[in-house]
């Protein structure tokens, strides 16, 4: 038996008639009686000390309530922003985490650090007071580059981080590897940029503060994809206020991608100001501020040496990372080019050894952390480029090359020699699908059509891995994580047999409204539109690690799965109680329970009803229908899959075309295929952008933004993208409930890697992210 | 201030704006029409598109006041006698949107692209929503949407 | 955006004595509202010219096609006229920005801020077009005088462009990849007077190139051009191209433009 909307249908979104109509409640359309707003002053320069700073003439100006600077915040005891992730170096020292103060106190360390914060009756009267604050900045030398800035003699920009070095981190067997490749007969070396990049959700940032003298509460809205743990950040270590007197709420959020995970001084900055002048405050980010200040992703520069023998084996990989940080560490960022990173290095082969070393820094730039995919998509551009590079040293087909070198199906579990314990999967098959369904074999015919017109054509694959659903709390706390992260969640029925699902989970784009209704309905045999999931609010849901590493299904849906369970262990003895049997012989699916051997039954629905009014009920039973569950996962989820792309290239003007693009993609057990497919086109749309369109430039010199709009930061246009064709495979997660696996990231992760194989195999020379038209016509014709 | 007067959704409406007020902020400020969205500041994102006289119009490029007796439709007002467009109920079937936050411009641009092209081909639909970004749906299913509705809307 | 005040006359005379020493005249405002926007600019006043009906229209008469400065790149893309006279014409204007853009831009307000990157230069420099103003009448090459320059003095507007009807001509461009403006667009027109290539884009205005006028002016081949070079020097360099690139495109668009021309 089936359930209509239940797991496995391709269920139209519950969510998109308010999207559709204009009713969606974005924090920009909130408002509050008697709001004020707020306005940054910003940072003109890359790095300088601030020597003082005036407010006279700006407190002054028309509608001004107040104007604060970094010295009032530490006046009123709030700390600095933190990283919540501890990596250690390979001395045993701990990461350096330089002070980060919301607003700066002494100096300014990139363009766009925060100075001072003005409120005023309109936006318009907070940025002309803000002119007219006066900053006695003295300049200073800054380095954006990574390489640069470790390098001896770098200007200095943080005191506790001498030489600008973060952590100098290892991981894997360096003596093991080293003994494989004196064993090689062949290396592959190569050298990678991974480009710096922009998130850009649509919706750009967005702070609300409220602060309700008579109880002490403040209410922070805001643009967050978790906010309890933005709760506990700013409880705990900014002393903004205890968590009982502190709301969050994230209401409808216009995407995320990473960029909203972190705790930013704007929002702290607007809650705390909320307070001093006793009125809500509303601060919103214009899309020039989000490029300075939303945290930028990937920034790494990579050496890398794979070690085969006679046969196309794969023996050894060795691989040394240089990671930018940016000018301050933001939430998560130490764990990006680490535990994300190098765990994930031996991608889907069999690699007896394997060896790490990533050494992080500061530089004068926005600070950078997780971007959809975060660390596994660096992970994957080094491990697929090198398979490619490789096969073609070994005058190798590379998906011959890769199909020799997969984990077999039957090894699992497979423990890599990166700390990773592989649950399921089957590479193989994936990799073949994705080749039949672009044709491999007639790419010989096609690139000769191609070349009749004088087109280049190229074809590239990646054959990728991540580790997502995270994760288990035992596990990543043993690598240095500062918080657990399980979720949490709440299945309550409503005595007329309606149901509110609260999550931890939250929604900014991933149809959570829908997909977790659908595993009600399907495990509760409740209609979907009686079904309400509830996120995004600290007061109403009990706790919630919130949305990232493509965990919300993984960890957030197994929560629901185990409320559900606590709900038909319950629903089993009213059950057995009004039907007169013994709980042993109920039997229960799709929220009818039955007497095994009769034709007696119950809806859950009447059940529920029993349990509100109980009237006939068992005496020992609690009444109500409401369930609580946390769930800590057992392991990661590690979904994978080949994607493989095929471009044909105008020599005369460099200028890359995305002919066709196939992905076999394995996520375990769907809830929602449309949804999935949803999620997998909107990731390898931001692959593209990576490889050929995006990149954030700084000025090396000056450390002003270059690529600062829309104007400059070229995003993917629906011009610049092919239709995808779309498939999956299906070995299911063995680790979770529900045999699901994460969909979210796994496009952002394959893409680059597959997209730069194909431009690659066409113009015959390696080149570096974002393809841009210059760069290909300089490899063209470079000789 | 100055007294700008036109016929939004249907309705008209007059306030006293200031000069320097955009079209986008009389329509969510003054009228609390907010499904209208500001996702950039040059221009591009295009989440802020509205028909000005019937065409698609950047909503933050034009100034309140030089849509001075104009007739403006926003989103609010795309559905008729409680009957989604075609074009909201394509956006809807073939999850045209993720987080929703570009939808109502890009729903605005695509109405428009129909009207000049009614029959457009998928090359044709992706040339003419240049002005509208999305970073979620990679615009696979946003086409796919336009091209579900062009059809429906009898091209 | 600094507060300032409004005007919106209905004739140009009006509009030109209104207009103060620190105001500015507001045609489509794509450009203007923009730089306004980001407090790049400040203004007293702006005169907004969208209720002068004699700034609009198109009108072709013999051998000459007439555009109102206040008309829009659709306008002049969905023209007829346009269509039947220049067509290059009417497809640089379908690809100028993008359709919202297209609804509200006007070839007045394009011209008079002389973006390096604009396309509608390089039509009125190629095509040999006249800038008619309130006071008098402009060729376009002395009216493109350099990087955001035109020739207009500080009360003086653009009331309409004529463009005499070309043999044949043709447009192409390569736009930067973010903005969708031309990095390097070459107008190439084959008029009685001869053959004009007109570079957009590429240098910081607009400007003719004579070495593959006279090229073409003896084989109006695509051929005849791929292979003549541009000097790098003068052209513009920034994150998007280099100057050399944009040499090298100068040399590829302008046998582009050749083709279109037919």
Same mark, same amino acid.
């Given at each position: 038996?089936?359930?209509?909307?239940?797991?496995g249908?391709?269920v139209?979104?519950?969510?998109?008639?308010?999207?559709?109509t204009?009713?969606g409640?974005?924090?920009?359309?909130?408002n509050?009686?008697?709001?004020a707003?707020?306005?940054?002053?910003?940072?003109?320069?890359?790095?300088?000390?601030i020597?003082?700073?005036?407010?006279?003439?700006?407190?002054?100006?028309?509608g001004?309530?107040?104007?604060?600077?970094?010295?009032?915040m530490?006046?009123?005891?709030?700390?600095?922003?933190?990283c919540?992730?501890?990596?250690?170096?390979?001395?045993?020292?701990?990461?350096?985490?330089?002070?980060?103060?919301?607003l700066?106190?002494?100096?300014?360390?990139?363009?766009?650090?925060?100075?001072a914060?003005?409120?005023?009756?309109?936006?318009?009267?907070?940025?002309?007071?803000?002119?007219?604050?006066?900053?006695?900045?003295?300049?200073?030398t800054?380095v954006t580059?990574?390489?640069?800035?470790?390098?001896?003699?770098?200007?200095?920009?943080h005191?506790e981080?001498?030489?600008?070095?973060?952590?100098? @981190?290892?991981?894997?067997?360096?003596?093991a590897?080293?003994?494989?490749?004196?064993?090689?007969?062949h290396?592959?070396?190569?050298?990678?940029?991974?480009?710096?990049?922009?998130?850009?959700?649509?919706?750009?940032?967005?702070?609300?503060?409220?602060?309700?003298?008579?109880?002490?509460? &403040?209410?922070?809205?805001?643009?967050?994809q978790?906010p309890?743990?933005?709760?506990?950040?700013?409880?705990?270590?900014?002393?903004?206020?205890?968590e009982?007197?502190?709301?969050v709420?994230?209401?409808?959020?216009?995407?995320?991608?990473?960029?909203?995970i972190?705790?930013?001084?704007?929002e702290?900055?607007t809650? @705390?100001?909320?307070?001093?002048?006793?009125r809500?405050?509303?601060?919103?980010?214009? $899309?020039?501020?989000?490029?300075?200040?939303?945290?930028?992703?990937r920034?790494?520069?990579?050496?890398?040496?794979l070690?085969t023998?006679?046969?196309?084996?794969i023996?050894?990989f060795?691989v040394?990372?240089?990671?930018?940080?940016?000018?301050?560490?933001s939430?998560?960022?130490s764990a990006v080019?680490?535990?994300?990173y190098g765990?994930l290095?031996?991608?889907?082969?069999?690699?007896?050894?394997i060896y790490?070393?990533?050494? =992080?820094?500061?530089?004068?730039?926005?600070a950078?952390?997780?971007?959809r995919?975060?660390?596994?998509?660096?992970?994957?551009?080094?491990?697929?480029?090198?398979?490619? *590079?490789?096969?073609?040293?070994?005058?190798?087909?590379?998906t011959?090359?890769?199909?020799k070198?997969?984990?077999p199906s039957?090894?699992?579990?497979?423990e890599?020699p990166?700390?990773?314990?592989?649950?399921?999967?089957d590479?193989a098959?994936?990799?073949?699908?994705?080749?039949?369904?672009?044709?491999?074999?007639?790419?010989?015919?096609?690139?000769?059509?191609?070349?009749a017109?004088?087109?280049?054509?190229g074809?590239?694959?990646a054959?990728?891995?991540?580790?997502?659903?995270?994760?288990?709390?035992?596990?990543v706390?043993?690598?240095?994580?500062g918080?657990?992260?399980?979720?949490?969640?709440?299945?309550?029925?409503?005595? *007329?047999?309606?149901?509110?699902?609260?999550?931890g989970?939250?929604?900014?784009?991933?149809?959570?409204?829908t997909?977790?209704?659908?595993?009600?309905?399907?495990?509760?045999?409740?209609?979907?539109?009686?079904?309400?999931?509830v996120?995004?609010?600290?007061?109403?849901?009990p706790f919630?690690?919130?949305?990232?590493?493509?965990?919300?299904? =993984?960890?957030?849906?197994?929560?629901i799965?185990?409320?559900?369970?606590?709900?038909?262990?319950?629903?089993?003895?009213?059950?057995?109680?009004?039907?007169?049997?013994?709980?042993?012989?109920?039997?229960?699916?799709?929220?009818?329970?039955?007497?095994?051997?009769?034709?007696?039954?119950?809806?859950?629905?009447?059940?529920?009803?029993?349990?509100?009014v109980?009237?006939?009920?068992p005496a020992? &039973?609690?009444?109500?229908?409401a369930?609580?569950?946390?769930y800590?996962?057992?392991?990661?989820?590690?979904?994978?899959?080949?994607?493989?792309a095929?471009?044909?290239?105008?020599?005369?003007t460099?200028?890359?075309?995305i002919?066709?693009?196939?992905a076999?993609?394995?996520?375990g057990?769907?809830?929602?295929?449309?949804?999935?497919?949803?999620?997998?086109h909107?990731?390898?749309?931001?692959g593209i952008?990576?490889?050929?369109?995006?990149?954030?430039?700084?000025?090396?010199?000056s450390?002003?933004?270059?690529?600062?709009?829309?104007?400059?930061?070229c995003?993917?246009?629906?011009?610049?993208?092919?239709?995808?064709?779309i498939?999956?495979?299906?070995?299911?997660c063995?680790?979770?409930?529900?045999?699901?696996?994460?969909?979210?990231?796994?496009?952002?992760?394959?893409?680059?890697?597959a &997209?730069?194989?194909?431009?690659?195999?066409?113009i015959? $020379?390696?080149?570096?992210?974002?393809?841009?038209?210059?760069k290909?016509?300089?490899?063209?014709? *470079?000789? | 201030?100055?007294?700008?007067?036109?016929?939004?959704?249907?309705?008209?409406?007059?306030?006293?704006v200031?000069p320097?007020?955009l079209?986008?902020?009389?329509?969510r400020?003054?009228?609390?029409?907010?499904?209208t969205?500001?996702? +950039?500041?040059?221009?591009?994102?295009g989440?802020?598109?509205v028909h000005?006289?019937?065409?698609?119009?950047?909503s +933050?490029?034009?100034?309140?006041?030089?849509?001075?007796?104009?007739?403006?439709k926003?989103?609010?007002?795309?559905?008729?006698?409680?009957e989604?467009?075609p074009?909201?109920?394509?956006?809807k079937?073939?999850?045209?949107?993720?987080?929703?936050?570009?939808?109502?411009?890009?729903i605005?641009?695509?109405?428009?692209?129909v009207?000049r092209?009614?029959?457009p081909?998928?090359?044709t639909i992706?040339?003419?929503?240049?002005?509208?970004? +999305?970073? +979620?749906?990679?615009?696979?299913n946003?086409v796919?949407?336009?091209?579900?509705?062009?059809?429906?809307?009898?091209? | 955006?600094?507060s300032?005040d409004y005007?919106?006359?209905s004739?140009?005379?009006e509009?030109?004595?209104?207009?103060?020493?620190?105001d500015?005249?507001?045609?489509?405002g794509?450009?203007l509202l923009?730089?306004?926007k980001?407090?790049?600019?400040?203004?007293?006043k702006?005169?907004d010219?969208?209720?002068?009906?004699?700034?609009?229209?198109?009108?072709?008469?013999?051998?000459?096609?007439?555009i109102?400065a206040?008309?829009?790149?659709?306008?002049?893309a969905?023209?007829?006229?346009?269509?039947?006279?220049?067509?290059a014409?009417? /497809?640089l204007?379908?690809?100028?920005?993008?359709?919202?853009?297209?609804?509200?831009?006007?070839?007045?307000g394009?011209?008079?801020?002389?973006?390096?990157?604009?396309?509608?230069?390089?039509?009125?420099?190629?095509?040999?077009?006249t800038v008619?103003?309130n006071?008098?009448?402009?060729s376009?090459?002395?009216?493109?005088v350099?990087l955001?320059?035109?020739?207009?003095?500080?009360?003086?507007?653009?009331?309409?462009?004529?463009f005499p009807?070309?043999?044949?001509?043709?447009?192409?461009?390569f736009?930067?990849?973010?903005?969708?403006?031309a990095?390097?667009?070459?107008?190439?027109?084959?008029?009685?007077?001869?053959?004009?290539?007109a570079?957009?884009?590429?240098?910081?205005?607009?400007?003719?190139?004579?070495?593959?006028?006279?090229?073409?002016g003896?084989?109006?081949?695509?051929?005849?051009?791929?292979?003549i070079?541009?000097?790098? /020097?003068?052209?513009?360099?920034?994150?998007?191209?280099?100057?050399?690139?944009?040499?090298?495109?100068?040399?590829?668009?302008?046998?582009?433009a050749?083709?279109?021309?037919?």
């Amino acid at each position: 038996m089936s359930v209509e909307n239940g797991i496995g249908a391709p269920v139209r979104r519950k969510e998109d008639q308010r999207f559709i109509t204009g009713n969606g409640h974005y924090l920009d359309d909130m408002n509050k009686v008697g709001q004020a707003y707020g306005y940054f002053l910003r940072s003109p320069h890359a790095f300088a000390k601030i020597k003082g700073i005036d407010l006279n003439a700006a407190k002054a100006a028309p509608g001004v309530v107040d104007i604060f600077t970094g010295q009032d915040m530490v006046a009123d005891g709030i700390g600095g922003l933190i990283c919540g992730w501890g990596i250690t170096s390979k001395d045993g020292t701990p990461h350096k985490a330089p002070p980060h103060n919301s607003l700066a106190v002494d100096a300014v360390r990139h363009v766009g650090d925060q100075v001072a914060f003005v409120v005023a009756e309109t936006l318009q009267q907070a940025k002309d007071a803000a002119e007219l604050i006066e900053v006695d900045y003295e300049p200073l030398t800054p380095v954006t580059n990574i390489a640069k800035a470790l390098a001896p003699g770098a200007p200095q920009i943080h005191e506790e981080a001498p030489g600008n070095l973060c952590f100098d @981190w290892e991981l894997g067997d360096k003596a093991a590897t080293d003994t494989a490749f004196a064993k090689a007969a062949h290396v592959t070396k190569l050298d990678l940029v991974n480009n710096r990049l922009s998130p850009n959700p649509m919706e750009p940032r967005a702070a609300l503060g409220d602060y309700d003298a008579g109880t002490g509460e &403040l209410t922070l809205y805001t643009t967050s994809q978790n906010p309890h743990v933005a709760r506990l950040i700013m409880s705990a270590f900014l002393a903004i206020a205890p968590e009982n007197k502190l709301r969050v709420v994230a209401p409808d959020v216009g995407g995320g991608f990473g960029s909203k995970i972190f705790v930013y001084a704007e929002e702290t900055t607007t809650i @705390w100001a909320a307070k001093k002048v006793n009125r809500p405050v509303k601060w919103t980010s214009d $899309r020039s501020e989000a490029f300075l200040t939303d945290a930028h992703g990937r920034d790494h520069v990579t050496h890398a040496e794979l070690a085969t023998d006679a046969d196309g084996k794969i023996l050894g990989f060795k691989v040394s990372t240089k990671a930018n940080m940016g000018a301050y560490l933001s939430t998560f960022a130490s764990a990006v080019p680490t535990y994300l990173y190098g765990t994930l290095l031996s991608g889907q082969y069999k690699i007896p050894s394997i060896y790490c070393e990533v050494q =992080a820094g500061f530089t004068n730039t926005t600070a950078v952390d997780a971007y959809r995919g975060a660390g596994r998509p660096e992970a994957t551009y080094v491990v697929e480029r090198i398979m490619d *590079t490789a096969a073609r040293d070994l005058n190798m087909d590379p998906t011959e090359f890769r199909l020799k070198n997969f984990i077999p199906s039957d090894a699992y579990p497979y423990e890599t020699p990166v700390i990773m314990t592989y649950d399921a999967g089957d590479y193989a098959t994936a990799m073949n699908m994705a080749k039949d369904m672009i044709d491999y074999s007639g790419f010989t015919a096609r690139k000769a059509k191609s070349e009749a017109n004088g087109k280049l054509r190229g074809i590239g694959s990646a054959a990728y891995i991540e580790a997502c659903g995270i994760a288990p709390s035992a596990a990543v706390g043993s690598l240095g994580a500062g918080v657990g992260l399980w979720e949490s969640a709440e299945v309550r029925f409503n005595p *007329t047999g309606s149901v509110t699902v609260f999550t931890g989970s939250h929604s900014h784009g991933q149809g959570h409204e829908t997909t977790f209704a659908q595993i009600i309905s399907d495990k509760l045999g409740v209609d979907i539109n009686s079904v309400e999931v509830v996120h995004g609010d600290t007061d109403k849901v009990p706790f919630g690690m919130g949305t990232y590493g493509s965990r919300s299904l =993984a960890v957030g849906g197994s929560a629901i799965v185990k409320a559900v369970d606590k709900i038909v262990e319950k629903s089993k003895k009213i059950a057995a109680h009004l039907m007169e049997a013994s709980v042993e012989d109920i039997e229960h699916e799709h929220g009818v329970f039955s007497v095994a051997g009769t034709d007696k039954k119950l809806t859950m629905g009447e059940i529920a009803f029993a349990a509100y009014v109980p009237h006939n009920y068992p005496a020992d &039973l609690e009444p109500g229908m409401a369930e609580n569950a946390f769930y800590d996962p057992l392991n990661f989820t590690f979904p994978a899959g080949t994607h493989i792309a095929e471009v044909e290239i105008d020599p005369a003007t460099g200028v890359v075309e995305i002919v066709d693009w196939a992905a076999a993609d394995d996520f375990g057990n769907i809830i929602n295929p449309m949804i999935v497919e949803g999620q997998v086109h909107g990731g390898v749309a931001q692959g593209i952008g990576q490889a050929l369109l995006e990149g954030v430039q700084y000025d090396e010199e000056s450390g002003q933004l270059l690529t600062g709009s829309y104007m400059d930061y070229c995003m993917p246009r629906a011009d610049n993208l092919p239709s995808f064709r779309i498939a999956t495979t299906n070995t299911p997660c063995p680790s979770n409930p529900l045999g699901v696996k994460g969909c979210g990231e796994a496009g952002a992760i394959a893409a680059p890697a597959a &997209l730069m194989n194909a431009i690659v195999n066409a113009i015959g $020379r390696d080149i570096d992210m974002p393809a841009t038209p210059e760069k290909v016509w300089r490899a063209i014709n *470079t000789h | 201030m100055t007294t700008v007067s036109m016929t939004v959704n249907g309705k008209k409406v007059s306030a006293d704006v200031a000069p320097n007020t955009l079209l986008v902020q009389f329509i969510r400020e003054n009228l609390r029409l907010t499904g209208t969205h500001v996702g +950039c500041d040059t221009s591009q994102c295009g989440a802020c598109t509205v028909h000005v006289n019937g065409d698609s119009v950047k909503s +933050c490029t034009m100034l309140a006041l030089q849509a001075e007796g104009a007739e403006v439709k926003t989103i609010e007002g795309l559905a008729a006698n409680g009957e989604l467009h075609p074009m909201q109920a394509a956006f809807k079937e073939n999850h045209g949107l993720q987080c929703g936050f570009c939808t109502p411009g890009m729903i605005m641009s695509a109405v428009d692209l129909v009207k000049r092209n009614p029959n457009p081909s998928e090359e044709t639909i992706r040339t003419e929503l240049e002005g509208n970004i +999305c970073r +979620c749906t990679g615009y696979h299913n946003i086409v796919k949407s336009v091209k579900s509705a062009a059809e429906n809307m009898g091209g | 955006m600094y507060s300032f005040d409004y005007e919106r006359p209905s004739g140009v005379n009006e509009a030109a004595s209104a207009l103060g020493e620190d105001d500015k005249f507001l045609a489509g405002g794509q450009t203007l509202l923009p730089t306004l926007k980001l407090r790049l600019s400040q203004v007293d006043k702006l005169v907004d010219l969208g209720a002068i009906g004699e700034l609009k229209g198109i009108a072709k008469s013999g051998s000459e096609l007439t555009i109102g400065a206040m008309t829009t790149h659709v306008t002049v893309a969905n023209s007829g006229d346009v269509k039947s006279a220049i067509p290059a014409l009417g /497809s640089l204007a379908a690809h100028i920005g993008d359709a919202q853009v297209r609804n509200r831009g006007t070839i007045g307000g394009s011209i008079a801020n002389n973006d390096p990157a604009a396309d509608y230069p390089a039509a009125l420099v190629a095509l040999g077009a006249t800038v008619h103003t309130n006071k008098r009448s402009i060729s376009a090459e002395d009216f493109f005088v350099d990087l955001f320059e035109t020739a207009l003095e500080d009360d003086e507007l653009v009331t309409k462009v004529s463009f005499p009807i070309p043999e044949k001509a043709g447009y192409a461009k390569f736009p930067n990849p973010a903005s969708r403006f031309a990095l390097v667009g070459v107008f190439v027109a084959k008029t009685a007077s001869g053959v004009r290539v007109a570079v957009t884009g590429a240098g910081p205005s607009v400007f003719r190139q004579s070495d593959m006028e006279a090229a073409l002016g003896s084989n109006f081949a695509a051929d005849a051009v791929s292979g003549i070079k541009t000097d790098a /020097s003068g052209l513009n360099s920034d994150i998007h191209a280099s100057a050399d690139y944009r040499s090298h495109l100068i040399s590829v668009m302008a046998a582009r433009a050749v083709t279109a021309a037919g």
